[in-house]
């Protein structure tokens, strides 16, 4: 996935690395309970690849792999953080 | 003597710069139709992007005079028209409501300090300006749109859509229309949510310039239902003068900042009071109180309107004040901000939202 922001910047993700990064409760854990992710050490293929990306008003994307996990909501700041 | 191109007077032209805008009318693209003809005749098009332009009269002299001083030219004929530009030079029209080229939110965080009469005045001095403009009233549990407007009729389906109520010239929705009578809505937080898409969704809202929205208080459902649902243009944000409402109000501007949704400015309601008996100017609630807030966290003011009597009157009467008593220093409050609303949403429609692409 790539994404060309409002300043020119160009930001490119991988599908591995946006899924290891979902930042929904389930994924990240809450209320001190930790999340999937910090308990898997690793994701079937099927759970990386990106299926679909869906605007959210204007601050953030939600992301649908494969597998159907779409629960997060990646915000545009916290993109911008990850991409290179 | 030779008659100048059009090329001298895009040239002349090009020195009329858009306050907002921050460019000049020639590269934004408002000047259309430019003719030169034998005599020395100049005739164009100036296509504002929107009809409630606080500066049109100021462009149209300001380009009839420079226009008028080009040698060789023996008439200038401006045509002033308005075009409202879709927000944010979106490649294709959202899926949620597709024919609606800007959305503004009106919301406060607090409640009881006129939000609904501020966005039931500003639709209605938008539609005055000749704007085409809905108003969504996103208030579930006190719809106050219908009363205000005087517009209690049920909507009707067509093809499974619900037909927006028309009243005053503007397209009305709200919960209060389709389920009118005095028994309460009673819903938790996520049926919220659901009842605002749908006033989105299954409402046949048609091509409108502006859709208002007229948030209920608070930082919670509504608010975050409809940021996530459409992309907002933006939103103005009401409040009165004392401080714990500005508080109140700086929470909800803070929300739709973090939701990526541009502050269009804040309102201040209740600013003062006339007593109709003795003329002496009251400052019931404070004064200066959101000027002074916008400052602090660089938004704009978008202007201050009255405690009138009037302003009640007329929307427990059902007609706004704009319409009712277009004469009176609310109506003229509600008129300035809204053409200063309308000139910060104009400033959306350049922006660019970041582009994503899948591979």
């Known amino acids: ?77 916290y993109l911008r953080g990850l991409g290179a | 003597m030779a008659v100048p191109s059009t090329q001298q007077v895009l040239d002349v032209l090009g020195h009329i710069q858009d306050p907002d805008l921050g460019r000049d009318v020639v590269s934004l693209g408002m000047i259309k139709e430019l003719e030169v003809n034998a005599q020395g005749k100049v005739s164009f098009t100036f296509e504002l992007t929107t009809p409630a332009c606080p500066v049109r009269d100021r462009f149209k002299s300001q380009a009839q005079d420079l226009v008028g001083d080009i040698p060789g030219v023996t008439g200038v004929e401006v045509r002033m028209t308005a075009n409202v530009r ?44 000749g704007a085409e403009v809905g108003l969504l009233d996103a208030d579930i549990y006190g719809p106050s749109v219908p009363a205000m407007t005087g517009s209690r009729s049920v909507p009707e389906q067509v ?36 009842a605002i898409e749908a006033m989105m969704v299954q409402v046949d809202w048609g091509r409108l310039d502006y859709l208002v929205i007229d948030l209920p208080p608070g930082t919670g459902d509504a608010s975050l239902t409809l940021a996530q649902a459409i992309p907002i243009t933006g939103v103005a944000i009401v409040c009165t ?30 600013s003062w009071y006339i007593c109709p008996s003795c003329g ?39 007609t706004p004040v704009v319409i009712s008593r277009p004469d009176s220093p609310g109506a003229k409050a509600f008129e300035h901000i809204a053409s200063q609303v309308a000139a910060r949403t104009s400033i959306q429609s350049f922006r660019q939202l970041p582009v994503i692409n899948v591979h």
């Open chain 2, 241 to 270: 003068p004392q401080d714990v409402a500005t508080d109140i109000a700086i929470k909800a501007l803070q929300m739709f900042r973090k939701l990526n949704v541009t502050p269009l400015g804040l309102i201040e309601n209740m």
């Open chain 2, 86 to 129: 879709q927000a944010f030079m979106r490649p294709k029209p959202s899926e949620i409501l597709p024919g609606v080229k800007q959305t503004i939110a009106v919301a406060s965080g607090k409640g009881g300090v006129g939000k609904s009469t501020v966005a039931v005045n500003l639709a209605a001095a938008l539609r005055k300006s």
């Open chain 1, 1 to 77: 996935m790539a994404i060309e922001w409002e300043d020119g910047r160009s930001s490119t993700y991988t599908g591995e690395q946006l899924r290891w990064a979902c930042p929904c409760a389930e994924c990240r854990g809450e209320a001190g309970a930790p999340g999937r992710l910090a308990r898997v050490k690793s994701l079937s293929p099927d759970e990386l690849r990106i299926r679909d990306v869906t605007l959210i008003g204007q601050y953030a994307l939600q992301i649908a792999f494969d597998s159907g996990h779409a629960t997060g909501l990646y915000t545009f700041s």
């Open chain 2, 159 to 194: 093809n499974g859509r619900l037909q927006p109520i028309e009243a005053h010239g503007l397209k009305l929705m709200s919960f209060g229309h389709i389920y009118p009578g005095d028994q309460p809505t009673i819903y938790r937080g996520p049926m919220v949510g659901k």
């Open chain 2, 280 to 318: 002496h100017r009251h400052e019931i609630f404070s004064h200066g109180g959101a000027e002074a807030a916008a400052k602090r966290l660089g938004v704009p003011f978008l202007g201050a309107i009255p405690l009138e009597e009037g302003i009640r009157e007329d929307a427990d009467a059902g």
